[in-house]
């Protein structure tokens, strides 16, 4: 069994009307009691398995939860215990045996060192739910929750709105969500209910930054599976990240993180869109908006540090310049238009081959390596000449890289015979490289503007100005250094 998932944080203001709501549609309320387990290394967590024991109303449910395809998808078995409401039944994991989600169960226990399965928090709520019927057929269970997670004699709210997938349409589920978002200030999460009451339990809320996770399509994949699974990997990096932003916490590595992900999807609806005939032209705006305006926190924070040690070392007079007003990064990402952006692309990533080019996997193959080739030659003319570029040029390359790296290491796998990592490598050195060069331009002008105010500034903007020759002769000779690297594409 699978599970289709939604859910969203629900601000103080939104809560009333939308209880109201619910109970206008005949929502029912029951209480939720759940004890979740895990080793005493936290071996489930680490492996993304979730496994509980719940009291929901008067009878006992052992469920466990594993990962799935993408970020709202999950593996899910359940299993009715009889007992008493008034004692809880002993857990038992051999109740999952023979399923896909038992797998990964049996996976993560052999790989602790003590598989013994102890309490580790637990989860009391009151549930208000009903069952959804739109007009395509689709049937959404829709459910808001308000209780507490608690663990090691500590507690901590949890005021959540869940979107299911009963049957019917897929498409429906995703409709009523964008609906959701657009009206109330709602905010997808992807932080589950046991990562909760894990980070109660470790006393330890601090925001976690999200790497990319490689993508994982057959070798062997068709153009409309090898673009689901590319959507699914960056999407995954986005809502992990975006999930992570809230006022008042140290969010700069979740900044970071969050960006590579969103250039990643730009890179896919860009560079890939022939395999996809059903993008918006109205996503990449938005999405490169919001990448703008977490960019501005970067630029200030990322920069900085990058070029203090120089200007340290140069025996700067003034070191950091002044914080332009940046938009506020929560703000930015929980914004209507771009929650309801990715909500409609999760709803591709989930789509039926209907929403895709009918592509054969030779024919996704040859389009990906005609990318390839073309962003491959382009920075390659580009290395030669560097450091004669205009600034915008150079940056235009920089971004040229990006592509290339990204792109590259989304579709390495349709090549699994080919050595991939000499030229990865290199890619990254160059990447960084410019990056650096990139950085002492942005600081250079932050400090060029700054000096009208503060004449310290000078120094900094025109020892950085100087610098730029050095950074980009390094640049220059990182991409020169990418001729005659063997590549899986050709």
């Known amino acids: 069994m699978t599970e289709l998932e939604l859910k969203f944080c629900v601000p103080d203001a939104a809560l009333a009307s939308l209880r109201e709501s619910l109970l206008a549609r005949g929502a029912r309320r029951v209480r939720l009691r759940a004890h979740y387990f895990d080793t005493a290394c936290g071996a489930l967590a680490q492996h993304r398995v979730a496994l509980r024991l719940r009291l929901e109303g008067r009878r006992w449910v052992q469920t466990l939860k594993a990962a799935g395809e993408g970020a709202v998808h999950r593996l899910e078995h359940e299993v009715h215990v009889p007992g008493s409401s008034r004692e809880r039944p002993a ?15 049996a996976a993560a226990l052999q790989a602790a060192a003590d598989p013994q399965l102890i309490e580790q928090h637990a989860t009391d709520v009151w549930r208000l739910r009903c069952e959804l019927h739109g007009a395509d057929g689709s049937c959404i269970e829709a459910a808001l929750d308000t209780g507490h997670a608690l663990a090691a004699g500590r507690s901590s709210p949890i005021v959540e709105f869940e979107l299911e997938h009963k049957g019917g349409p897929v498409p429906g589920l995703f409709t009523l969500a964008r609906a959701c978002v657009q009206h109330g200030g709602l905010w997808q999460s992807t932080l589950t209910k046991a990562e909760r009451g894990l980070r109660l339990r470790l006393d330890d809320d601090a925001p976690r ?36 932003m809230r006022p008042d916490a140290d969010v700069v590595e979740v900044v970071h993180q969050l960006r590579v992900g969103l250039r990643r999807l730009r890179v896919l609806l860009r560079d890939l869109a022939p395999l996809a005939p059903g993008i918006d032209a109205g996503w990449v705006p938005v999405l490169s908006r919001v990448f703008s305006q977490l960019g501005e926190q970067r630029d200030h924070v990322a920069v900085a540090a990058a070029v203090r040690p120089l200007l340290q070392a140069a025996g700067a007079p003034l070191l950091d310049w002044q914080p332009p007003v940046a938009a506020d990064p929560v703000a930015a990402v929980r914004a209507a238009d771009v929650q309801a952006t990715l909500l409609a692309l999760q709803a591709l990533a989930h789509a039926g081959d209907e929403a895709y080019a009918a592509l054969s996997h030779k024919a996704a193959r040859d389009l990906v390596a005609a990318r390839l080739r073309k962003l491959h030659r382009q920075v390659l003319r580009a290395g030669a000449r560097f450091e004669q570029l205009p600034v915008e040029e150079q940056h235009r390359v920089r971004k040229q890289l990006k592509r290339l790296r990204y792109l590259a ?4 796998p349709l090549w699994p015979t080919r050595p991939w990592q000499r030229c990865r490598h290199r890619l990254a050195v160059a990447q960084d490289a410019l990056g650096l060069h990139q950085d002492v331009a942005v600081a250079a002008e932050a400090f060029r503007q700054q000096a009208g105010n503060d004449p310290r500034a000078w120094f900094a903007a025109g020892w950085l100005q100087a610098h730029q020759a050095v950074t980009a002769r390094a640049a220059g000779e990182a991409l020169v250094r990418l001729q005659g690297v063997p590549v899986f594409w050709r």
């Open 91 to 105: 857990l038992d994991p051999a109740r999952h045996d023979g399923t896909p989600a038992g797998a990964q169960l």
């Open 409 to 412: 290491d989304f579709t390495a």
């Open 209 to 244: 930054a999200s790497k990319a996770r490689p993508p994982q399509p057959a070798a062997d994949a068709d153009g409309a599976a090898l673009m689901r699974a590319l959507l699914q990997s960056a999407l995954d990096q986005v809502l992990a990240n975006a999930s992570e």
